[in-house]
């Protein structure tokens, strides 16, 4: 395996990913498209959901995080290093689930 982790598992492209919370992971969240070019992922939400905006609600770079065998939206190089991620330790950097194709997060529960 690379320095970087494998490759990412899509192909550049506009997919439909689930957006959920980690503190309420039997919700359903919400859907959102999820545009890849490369490892630069844009997550945008394109219908009203309670007070989740419509919009990009994050963009960054798809980072292949060791400690926990999992990929993540990294926005620094030390985000591959993390303590943790996806949950609600602090600011923890986003899961991508490219199998589920869920986006976990601390955010917008249901």
């Not at 970087?4 to 359903?28: C, H, I, M, N, R």
Request: charged share 25%; net charge negative; aromatic share 10%.
């Amino acid at each position: 395996m690379p320095a970087d982790g494998p490759s990412v598992p899509l192909e550049s492209g506009t997919y439909q990913f689930q957006w959920k919370d980690a503190e309420f992971a039997s919700s359903d969240g919400f859907p959102v498209r999820v545009e890849i070019a490369d490892r630069r992922m844009r997550i945008i939400n394109e219908r009203t959901h309670r007070e989740v905006p419509v919009g990009e609600l994050d963009e960054g770079e798809l980072m292949w995080h060791a400690k926990t065998g999992q990929w993540i939206l990294g926005h620094a190089e030390t985000d591959k290093f993390a303590p943790s991620v996806g949950g609600c330790a602090g600011a923890d950097p986003f899961v991508v689930d490219f199998e589920a194709r869920v986006i976990w997060t601390c955010m917008w529960g249901p």
